[in-house]
């Protein structure tokens, strides 16, 4: 569906080039900018404008971002945990085993096949954007954007660090250390095409832990990242000898503890994108690792 943003001209911004409200006002990428000229989505008093007209106090302005379709991504019905959804975003309470982007061999029965299903039967149309991801074993909370400008404004904040994410885990063994840091870079490890590892030629990686019970033979922590690379809760967590309990790529699997990976995302806080309202969702542990502990 086209998003539409609309703007009477305050004087602060009287006698700026629509280029420059776009640019500065909106923080737009040339990318999307581009789009919206494309589409004829720049309309000044109601007549369509290019980017260089100026503006003057009292203008309104309207900006139209082109509806999108999510192409190769088949519809299927599935429950969903929608925790919120407006306009821009969705945040969904993703379960344990389920892929979050359909890929080879598996192009159907993702998350992404379930959200858009969801908005068909809403009639509505978007791109599945998620602004950040989850392993397929890994459970909670993710953010969507349902257009590219929301995409955009998130995915900044991501880069900025400003998008706040926490996880709660059950490691192996008893960590010693009440809370620590650990700031070691990650890379692909040579001959996989899925496996990470700790390796100087790596790119830099920050994890925050903090231990909120320990038990007989493991351990509850909570986990902030502070970066964002594939896999780094379960490389980091394995390079101090804590690897998560179930996870059977960087761990020993083993079902007489869990089926998968004890690892939930149980927080998520950003800036709404569009209007900057604070933005916070927490949810509990599922039910397995609840059994777990």
Not at 113 to 141: E, I, M
Not at 188 to 196: A, D, Q, V
Not at 275 to 280: H, P, T, V
Request: proline share 4%; net charge positive.
């Amino acid at each position: 569906m086209e998003r539409v943003f609309e703007l009477l001209i305050p004087a602060a911004l009287s006698e700026n080039t629509i280029k420059q409200i776009l640019y500065h006002h909106y923080r737009m990428s040339s990318r999307l900018i581009a789009k919206i000229k494309r589409n004829e989505g720049i309309l000044l008093n109601e007549r369509a404008q290019s980017v260089t007209a100026v503006v003057k106090m009292g203008d309104r302005l309207k900006i139209i971002i082109p509806s999108e379709k999510s192409l190769n991504i088949v519809p299927n019905a599935m429950l969903l945990d929608i925790v919120y959804e407006d306009q821009d975003i969705m945040v969904v309470n993703k379960p344990p085993g389920l892929l979050v982007h359909p890929s080879q061999g598996h192009y159907s029965r993702t998350l992404a096949n379930g959200v858009v299903h969801h908005w068909q039967a809403k009639g509505c149309s978007y791109v599945f954007r998620p602004v950040h991801r989850l392993d397929k074993d890994t459970s909670g909370l993710m953010v969507i954007a349902k257009n590219q400008y929301a995409h955009q404004q998130l995915s900044d904040q991501v880069a900025a660090n400003c998008l706040e994410r926490k996880y709660i885990a059950v490691v192996l063994g008893r960590i010693r250390c009440r809370e620590g840091t650990i700031d070691e870079p990650i890379a692909r490890k040579p001959g996989s095409i899925i496996e990470r590892w700790v390796s100087g030629d790596g790119q830099r990686a920050v994890t925050h832990y903090r231990v909120i019970k320990r038990l007989q033979r493991l351990t509850v922590v909570e986990l902030a990242l502070q970066t964002g690379r594939t896999h780094q809760i379960r490389v980091h967590m394995r390079h101090i000898g804590h690897p998560l309990a179930g996870d059977w790529l960087y761990g020993k699997e083993d079902d007489s503890l869990i089926s998968r990976q004890a690892l939930h995302a149980k927080y998520l806080a950003f800036t709404h994108p569009v209007n900057g309202q604070a933005m916070c969702f927490e949810r509990g542990m599922p039910e397995d690792m609840e059994a777990l502990i």
